[in-house]
């Protein structure tokens, strides 16, 4: 008797939380004392009892709120249990279309928000599980793909006036010419990052000082600044950060959405003596317009977001409008890898450089596998790209993230490096986990 | 000793949804089910054992994922209880503040989805709170405002390249002129209303003539049909209606999102033989250059969206683009009365009528306020502005609307007319109410 087909069997989601809001890593101009979070999925398969793989992803959030992060994954469960493991994982396309066409969800967003990044969440632990599956890591499976079945996995809808299948197919077609010298290059010497640990704005001058040498020192050619809370105190920090790194290192500067189109002006030409090389979210994500008419206003600093971007129509616009000259993937904020596909083809057809947004919670996990796909079956280069990295909560993952001389390496491990370990988990799910049951009863104690 | 003063005691939540999908009343290209459903909130306060108040408010959803919005509206729970109601209901624009700008939240949108609509839930109910306390029907608290408390009142972040607070004011003060008589007016007269109820697309063209001549019958002198699942049936249907309602109707046609830009200018051309009076959400509603696009090429037909748009800031930039002919606020879409203050602002400044969008569950008993606010003390006029009417649910309503000859009753009841009757609520909680326990009782039956 053949054995029968493997199935999903459970969705089981996870509230974890991070206490990071006690030591101001992660402090910006808007998010003063984030608790990173993950709301965290993992699918189960009856193939488990034999050692088969299961399927990892989750949302990254700060805080207050994962709870309904949760919730959200939690009420696609009925739409993914009991599917064929087989027929996921050969057109993780379906699933995707499914959930973004279900049309009673979609009405929460529609395409936005915490309904979308609760699709991208299990779609992307479909995309883990058949990376593993496959036996490679995410990044190669898609480096390898046949085009034609990339172009497939794509989501084009409302993107055709700005981007067809058929351009795209002969995107990844030209992508493929030399993909087998970036891979060996990419796996010898990994893919550039940037850092942005000396940067928080909760962080002393002192340690941004300490932080940003020992960045240097690392093997890094650019550093981030949070800025957009006090300009006196942003001048002063810029000028320290310069003074430490010297004129050959890049500094990028982040507002995350602080200012109104005009302040946003004026504040990053009174940073332009220290040469910010881009100023990163000057507004609101959704502002296509505004960051067009902020772009051409600070020229030369370059204009860069995504990280808040919602989904592939506001990209296709940013494009469109000549709005930006670094496009910021998330690997956690859109309708997952499905989507990504599409924002790094909108990307390559305008010419505009990816340089993913990471830290968090894992964004560095997930993220790395993506910038690697564009390098080598894509845009072909790692010529003014760089991957954000955070120097935060890799060991709570199984296959944490390893940077050296200032470039991720290559994973090698099957899947999308999404796993967390079991132990982490247990500690920090909220608010039943050790740690938050011991901080309930410390807190219980100091209210005696 | 003086009475202590009154506090929000309890914010409750219910999942309310109703079984429309049975007779597909609601129907249309890209919601071919939809159960149409509230997440209920309501303000207790400790004024309630004197016969105070409560607060009411809602997110309208369509079934799938209403527990969702309504653990999102649970997540405000800990920021409002305890709050001051004297506080609250002369300040709600404090409370939206702290809402919106709480950074942990915030990170679940920002601004969009199900996050922010539980926001603009909770403070329509404060709004609700303040106009009952205030002893007035909300559009008439509204438009006896003070012009400078209103700008107050009005989220101008991220705005201010396109509306300024002193432009706002000044808006505001010249809307005052006349006021005193466009009151009367309203009073007796009502405000225009046109009607969806013929138009969905799970209706056959019997139904859809019959009920096309009785909304003439009726007084209307606009109606709306669905279009966009199949260009030969969408030419049948408009033949059809424009047969029955003749030349003098106005025709609105609506495609809910169905189309990429092309295809929409392709459909619209196909239609316009029958002089379609506004082609309603023709692509994404976060598409704001697709829709400049549009409007481009499908002129005279006008351009209408706003039901699906997130947030000011889109609208902003939808008029900054010149993509609008019909603006469509929601009620119970974005951050609440607080942030429709800001869209309607904006509305008025670019000079482009508002005629919302209604129907759903309850959104005529709110939206109805806004429209009879902004010709009050606004706009100053009804010309080429109609609210949506769909006749479903209203009797689930204390206070529902009046429809009279193709016009809205002014209401003259106290508060935001947002309370479900009790009874409703009883019936219709899910899973739980007598209706669901039944329907559930009845399927169990039937599986046997």
Redesign the interface.
């Known amino acids: 008797m053949p054995p029968t087909p493997a199935r999903v069997t459970a969705v089981d989601t996870y509230d974890i939380r991070f206490p990071t809001s006690r030591e101001l890593d992660g402090s910006d101009a808007?998010?003063?004392?984030?608790?990173y979070s993950a709301a965290y999925v993992v699918l189960r398969t009856d193939a488990d009892a034999d050692g088969g793989p299961e399927g990892h992803g989750f949302v990254f959030?700060?805080?207050?709120?994962n709870?309904?992060?949760v919730?959200?994954i939690d009420?696609l469960r009925a739409q993914v249990t009991g599917r064929s493991v087989d027929a996921l994982c050969a057109d993780p396309g379906a699933l995707y279309r499914d959930l973004t066409g279900?049309?009673?969800?979609?009405?929460?967003?529609?395409?936005?928000?915490?309904?979308?990044?609760a699709i991208g969440a299990v779609v992307n632990a479909v995309w883990d599980l058949a990376a593993q599956r496959a036996g490679k890591p995410l990044w190669r499976l898609l480096a390898d793909a046949d085009p034609e079945w990339l172009v497939h996995q794509t989501d084009f809808?409302?993107?055709?006036?700005a981007l067809t299948p058929g351009e795209a197919l002969e995107l990844l077609r030209r992508g493929r010419d030399g993909a087998g010298e970036r891979t060996a290059r990419l796996l010898e010497r990994g893919y550039p990052a940037y850092t942005t640990s000396p940067g928080w704005l909760g962080y002393g001058d002192d340690k941004l000082a300490r932080l940003a040498a020992r960045a240097v020192a690392d093997g890094f050619t650019q550093i981030k600044l949070k800025v957009g809370a006090d300009l006196a105190d942003d001048v002063r920090r810029c000028r320290v950060a310069r003074s430490v790194v010297g004129p050959g290192v890049r500094i990028a500067v982040d507002a995350n959405?602080r200012w109104?189109?005009?302040e946003a002006i004026r504040w990053v030409r009174a940073l332009a003596e220290f040469q910010p090389y881009w100023i990163e979210e000057p507004?609101?994500?959704?502002?296509?317009?505004?960051h067009a008419?902020i772009r051409e206003a600070v020229a030369p600093v370059r204009v860069a977001t995504g990280e808040?971007v919602?989904?592939r129509?506001?990209f296709?616009?940013l494009l469109?409008?000549g709005a930006l000259d670094v496009l910021q993937i998330d690997a956690a904020r859109v309708g997952g890898v499905n989507e990504n596909l599409a924002i790094l083809l909108l990307a390559a057809k305008f010419g505009v450089p990816v340089c993913p947004h990471a830290g968090g919670v894992g964004l560095c996990e997930l993220v790395q596998h993506l910038a690697m796909f564009d390098y080598v079956a894509l845009s072909g280069t790692t010529e003014d790209r760089v991957v954000e990295y955070v120097d935060h909560l890799h060991e709570h993952f199984t296959d944490p993230v390893v940077v050296r001389d200032g470039h991720y390496t290559a994973p090698t491990a099957p899947g999308f490096s999404a796993t967390m370990r079991p132990e982490s988990v247990a500690e920090y799910t909220y608010p039943g986990g050790t740690f938050w049951a011991a901080d309930a009863e410390t807190r219980r104690g100091h209210a005696v």
Do not use: F
Not at 157 to 161: A, C, G, K, N, S
């Open positions: 808007m998010n003063p004392d984030p608790d959030t700060i805080g207050r709120g709870d309904v992060q919730a959200a009420a279900d049309s009673q969800l979609r009405w929460l967003g529609p395409e936005k928000g915490v309904m979308h990044m809808r409302y993107l055709t006036d959405q109104d189109v005009a507004t609101s994500p959704d502002d296509v317009l505004g008419a808040h919602q989904n129509v506001v296709k616009q469109q409008a």
